[in-house]
């Protein structure tokens, strides 16, 4: 997949060169801070809109840049993607960065959703088994969905353990449909 190769080539230049600089957690939060001012604002309309001169562009980029307090090395991939007109990648680069920092510093992150707000304890112990499990640090995100009745459902390193009361139930249903 094209796309895919492209994010993951300018993802690892990108982390290559923080890696060097030792800047690759300074980096991520250079994703973080653009991306929430880039994503789904005037300014990503602005900077995709060839209706605008490519300098007048690249002027309010590097404009935007200062109050978000971008590094240099981020503000040069930044201004390589203007250049090359690669902005739709951007969104996925940002993923394959934050993979790759992820594998780097050997953290695995995985997500619980329960049916009610899961208590603190239940948090912990979980992120305890799965770190003895992978023998990485675990950064654990804590979802509610209230349609799940009961249970919870992990979703780790690409696979979901549905044990919810509503899965079990929607088994129920269909072992009986079967039946008759």
Do not use: C
């Amino acid at each position: 997949m094209i796309e895919g190769s492209l994010s993951r080539r300018y993802a690892k230049a990108l982390f290559e060169l923080a890696r060097e600089n030792g800047r690759e957690e300074a980096i991520e939060r250079d994703f973080e801070r653009f991306l929430a001012a880039y994503a789904g604002s005037p300014l990503q309309s602005v900077l995709t809109n060839p209706a605008f001169e490519a300098a007048t562009r690249k002027r309010i980029l590097e404009a935007v840049a200062v109050p978000l307090a971008l590094s240099s090395v981020f503000k040069n991939f930044l201004s390589l993607l203007h250049d090359r007109d690669r902005w739709a990648y951007l969104p996925a680069i940002a993923a394959v960065y934050h993979r790759m920092l992820n594998e780097a510093k050997g953290r695995v992150e995985a997500r619980v959703v329960s049916s009610s707000t899961p208590d603190e304890d239940l948090i912990e112990r979980l992120k305890a088994v799965l770190a003895r499990i992978s023998g990485k640090e675990v950064l654990l995100r804590a979802e509610v969905d209230p349609g799940l009745i009961g249970g919870l459902v992990l979703e780790w390193q690409g696979k979901v353990y549905d044990g919810s009361v509503r899965t079990q139930l929607e088994n129920m249903k269909q072992r009986i449909a079967r039946a008759y």
